[in-house]
Structure formats: C-alpha cells, structure tokens
Nanobody, 122 residues
Framework: QVQLVESGGGSVQAGGSLRLSCVAS????????MGWFRQAPGKEREGVAT????????YYADSVKGRFTISRDNAKNTVYLQMNSLKPEDTAMYYC???????????????WGQGTQVTVSS
C-alpha cells in the first residue's frame, strides 16, 4: 500500500499563491508517475498536472498552464504544486495521486491522498 498525504491548502484572494505538498510513504516507489487533481462541488474530478518519475517531464491542463508548476523531490518522497495567480475558479479540493502511466486521466492512478481544500475569493 502507498499512503499519500497532502498539505498546504487554504484560503487566498484572487491573484495570490499557494504551495501544495504531497508526502508519500508505505510501499511507495519513485518509479511512479505523480499527478495533482482537483474536484469542485458538483463537478467531475479534473487532472491538473502530472510529472514523470525523474521529474524531467511535466504536463498541465490548459486551465492552469503558465500559472501552476508541479515538481518532485524523490529524496523526500514529496511532490509539490506551486499555484500562482490563483483565480476563484481554482477553488476545489486538490488531490495528489500515484500511478504507472504519464497521463491526466484519473482512472490510471492507483493511489490517492485525502485531499486539501483550496479556496480562492474574488
């Protein structure tokens, strides 16, 4: 089993920044792809960003491209999501996930954290 624990969420005003962290433990391997997803009330879960095993490749949803940056520190078993220029439409529960495919499709990810809430006010 792999355990993922997110932190760093909170409430900010539009234009502000937050940095989310996701620490992995258990039978976690740095050979897994990692992704960040979000889900707003009444909406489907959306893939936000994903990163390759070594961290050299990243891919973003169009809605966050240029504003969000995903990174990972395999020595610390941690994945980050730096979120800048936040907008009210970024308000959602944010989840990190571990998977074996480089994709933003949620169904390809095996393990999920419990989520951290991000609220952006206008």
């Amino acid at each position: 089993q792999v355990q993922l624990v997110e932190s760093g969420g909170g409430s900010v005003q539009a234009g502000g920044s937050l940095r989310l962290s996701c620490v992995a433990s258990g039978y976690y391997s740095s050979s897994r792809y990692m992704g960040w997803f979000r889900q707003a009330p009444g909406k489907e879960r959306e893939g936000v960003a994903t990163i390759t095993t070594g961290g050299g490749g990243t891919y973003y949803a169009d809605s966050v491209k240029g504003r969000f940056t995903i990174s990972r520190d395999n020595a610390k078993n941690t994945v980050y999501l730096q979120m800048n220029s936040l907008k009210p439409e970024d308000t959602a529960m944010y989840y990190c996930a571990a998977g074996r495919v480089y994709t933003l499709r949620a169904q390809e990810y095996d393990y999920w954290g419990q989520g951290t809430q991000v609220t952006v006010s206008s």
